[in-house]
């Protein structure tokens, strides 16, 4: 018996009726009903995202930026977000609306833009008020799981968009201070130039200055000096003026009695004038009548009169000089103005002759006209005397008050001399110190100069260092700084959708699980041929033929559909199809050897290799993320080595890992050939086990 008689005449008892022809067509099509639906379910779900509901709520006030430009940001996100149709958008007018959109299942998720969020995107223009623009999302995992992660994605795509461009032009502003910093430390050098040339001249004015009050030292000394002799003049003043009020009390008390005595002298030279008129007038009637009598008479009274004028004079002239009206020298001079004043000579009676007797008294006439005259004269001026009197007592009172004062002022004047003496004092000490000040200021002058000058000269070496990029660098420079790690992204291979992304493992999965589904209604190994005396390996290929050929028309039909019907268009369609074969051949020795080997119990462990692989093959995640005891599982078992070289065929990577993985699946065939031929061996030889088995599935 050959092994491909055997495996025919399974086949034929397979396909012996209707039903079984249908069994095994059903069977064909397990893994296209598994991985075929699967993946068109799943083939292009981001292309469909549109067809979700979002909630989006737009407050954004608004901004006006430094520049006064406006900014609409959480509009122009709005806008983008709705014309990019990556979800059906919803506009929402409050934020609690969308919130009890997405916790009754309404909208999947909602987008919330803040009122602030423009302002907070201009805020980095003021260093002490800088803030986070927010955008707000609100998910449920009850509406789906995955939809979260993909709603992070979008908003982190967003955030990244609107982060550019916010950042695109703070980065252009700071490069146009960074230019205006230039222009203005050229400028500040310039400055600094003429603030070096101001500082020199300062340097001078201060050699001056100090100078100048190295004078003034010098001239406050001088000043302190003569302010002490101007105090001890002040005290000699002051004793003055104490002498000259109390002799200025004493010539007021003289006066007080002037007017009177005065008036008296006025009145006794008005009676002196008077009597000599009379007398005049006498002699003028008598001179003819009686000559003699009238000599005689008139000698008389000549006598008398200027006796008594004599001691009127004196008396006056007296109290004057008390007075210190007149001074002495004066009043002797009106007394011998009197005595100058000639008297009538005495004629004797003897040698008195009558003709010169008329002419004599006209001679004594005339001389006591005159001494009318004269006493009239003096009567005038004792008049005026008197007149003057009460004047002169008053200003001789005023002139002892303001004695008085000039006493007290005086006496202020020294008090405040003292003060001037203590202030010249302090204001020696005062131009001192402003002299050492000067000298210290003289010194901080010279060093300010020589440090303006390096000032100068550095602020125009930095205003080298610093740039001054002109509109293009602005412009090129503001993209970098704003978005400075830019990806090159080099796809060695890529997957042209999700659905093309899941292929190679799902295609791989449901090739597994329609040949498990193969041991439901075929068997590993015949009881004929086990009864035969053909060799055990013989027996074991003829069994296991039967499950290579189903499961290549399952991996055929697989591969046929997903290519056209789903459009997968792999890189390497034939080479894809032939390690969809040799997986095929490798998965169908396995499990039939397995099955063989430990029958019912068989079927069990094939499902745990499925877990089992399932879990360490790295069909949607990295192999390398599993637990440690994962990675032995995936290192031993085949399905992981079948997916990757799935993605190198459909996704058109490097080939170099096809050739070992068809020769480890011939590997993994030949051990399933193995453990089907021990089974074999095994079962040969029947017991009550064989018979009637503890389990039957």
Known sequence: MTVLRLARSELKRMTGGLLP?????????????Y?????????????????????????????????????????????????????NWKTVASTEEADQGVSNGTYAFALKIPQDFSANLVSPGSFDAANQAMLNVTTNDANNYLLSTIVDKLTTAVHTTVAKEVGEETANQLLTGFGTIHTQMLKASDGAGQLADGVARLHEGTVTLHQGTGELKTGATELYNG???????????????????SGLTQLKDKTAALPADAKRLADGAAQVAAGNAALTAAFNNTAQAIPGQLAAAQ??????????????????????????????????????????????PAASAASAAAAASGAKLQAAAAQVQKLADGSAAVSAGAAQLAGAAPALSDAVAKASAGADHLAGGSAALAAGQQNAVDGAGRLVQGAQKLDDGAAQLESGAATASDGAGTLAAELAKGAGKVPNPDDAQKHSLSKV???????????????????????????????????????????PVTQRALASNAPA?????????????VSAVQASLLTLVVDVGLGLDPAHPVLMWFLMLAAAMAFSAIIQGVVALLGSPGKLVVLILLVLQLVSSGGTFPWQTTPEPLHVVHQILPMGYVVSGMRHLIYGADLAL????????VGYTLLGLAMSTVAVRKNKYWTLKTLKPEIAV
């Open 21 to 33: 022809k249908l069994t095994i067509l059903a069977l064909a099509l397990v893994p296209l009903l």
């Open 35 to 87: 991985g075929a639906v699967y993946l068109y379910a799943n083939w292009d779900p981001y292309g469909k995202l549109n067809q979700i509901d979002a909630a989006l709520v737009v407050q954004d006030f608004g901004a006006t930026a430094a520049d006064g430009t406006r900014l609409e940001a959480g509009r122009k996100v709005a806008e983008s977000l709705v014309d990019g149709h990556v979800f």
């Open 227 to 245: 302010e002490l002799k101007l105090r001890d003049g002040a005290a000699s003043l002051s004793a003055g003026a104490g002498q000259l009020s």
């Open 299 to 344: 000698q008389s009274a000549q006598q008398a009169a200027a006796q008594a004028q004599r001691s009127r004079v004196v008396d006056s002239t007296s109290r004057l000089v008390a007075a210190g009206v007149l001074t002495q020298e004066q009043a002797d001079k009106v007394v011998a103005d009197v005595d100058a004043t000639p008297a009538p």
């Open 481 to 523: 700084m704003a978005d400075p790690v830019a990806v090159s992204n080099v796809s060695q291979a890529k997957a042209g959708s999700y659905g093309a992304g899941l292929a190679p493992f799902f295609l791989t999965l449901a090739l597994w699980i329609g040949i498990f589904m193969l041991v439901q209604a075929m068997r």
């Open 537 to 549: 390996w013989k027996i074991a290929a003829g069994g296991w033929l039967p499950f290579l050929a």
């Open 658 to 665: 096809i050739l070992p993985t068809m020769l480890g699946l």
